[in-house]
T-cell receptor, first 111, second 113 residues
Framework: GENVEQHPSTLSVQEGDSAVIKCTYSDSASNYFPWYKQELGKRPQLIID?????GEKKDQRIAVTLNKTAKHFSLHITETQPEDSAVYFCAASPGGFKTIFGAGTRLFVKA | DVKVTQSSRYLVKRTGEKVFLECVQDMDHENMFWYRQDPGLGLRLIYF???????EKGDIPEGYSVSREKKERFSLILESASTNQTSMYLC????????????FGPGTRLLVL
């Protein structure tokens, strides 16, 4: 069935370093790939998304890349700051109403 | 600003009780969703609704039912709560048909004893 795998499950970086989270999806019909950030005790919120007609999208320190042939996409955070510490979820939507979420990556940014 | 609210932040119930979790959104969104969030498992879809009185099963519907009598309100019902339903429950809403941002509620942490 539809599946999204996310790696790593935990990531610890030094403040100022870059962080990369990778996801693969199984349904080749997926055409929308959002990323959500969930801070401790708070609700998930969209931070960036990419659609299948685009290979890369950037928003300040955050970028997402998509490789449809390999069915994987990645989140890149540059110049990490302590406030980037959170759980990040990737997701894939094959159209329709469903969105399949990855298991999440807990990012720790050490000051 | 989209607002999604859930009726309770924390809930403690006993095994066998009927439990109602309510979600309300104020942005006239067509779609509403119920997820449960467990460590290491991400967000798993229980049920969703794309219109009033319409509902579709998600990936883990067993033991749950839903109700959507009004566009802004989506209820999750645990007919007979069990300990394995102890979890964080998140409601979300979105507009349109796919490829749209989901806006989440604050979550309800349910403990079933």
């Amino acid at each position: 069935g539809e599946n999204v795998e996310q790696h790593p499950s935990t990531l610890s970086v030094q403040e100022g370093d870059s962080a990369v989270i990778k996801c693969t999806y199984s349904d080749s019909a997926s055409n929308y790939f959002p990323w959500y950030k969930q801070e401790l005790g708070k609700r998930p919120q969209l931070i960036i998304d990419i659609r299948s007609n685009v290979g890369e999208k950037k928003d300040q320190r955050i970028a997402v890349t998509l490789n449809k042939t390999a069915k994987h996409f990645s989140l890149h955070i540059t110049e990490t700051q302590p406030e980037d510490s959170a759980v990040y979820f990737c997701a894939a939507s094959p159209g329709g109403f469903k969105t399949i979420f990855g298991a999440g990556t807990r990012l720790f940014v050490k000051a | 600003d989209v607002k999604v609210t859930q009726s309770s932040r924390y809930l403690v119930k006993r095994t066998g009780e009927k439990v109602f979790l309510e979600c309300v959104q104020d942005m006239d969104h067509e779609n509403m969703f119920w997820y449960r969030q467990d460590p290491g498992l991400g967000l798993r879809l229980i049920y969703f609704s794309y219109d009033v009185k319409m509902k579709e099963k998600g990936d883990i519907p067993e033991g749950y039912s839903v109700s959507r009598e009004k566009k802004e309100r989506f209820s999750l019902i645990l007919e007979s709560a069990s300990t394995n339903q102890t979890s964080m429950y998140l409601c979300a809403s979105s507009r349109g048909q796919g490829r749209e941002t989901q806006y989440f509620g604050p979550g309800t942490r349910l403990l079933v004893l």
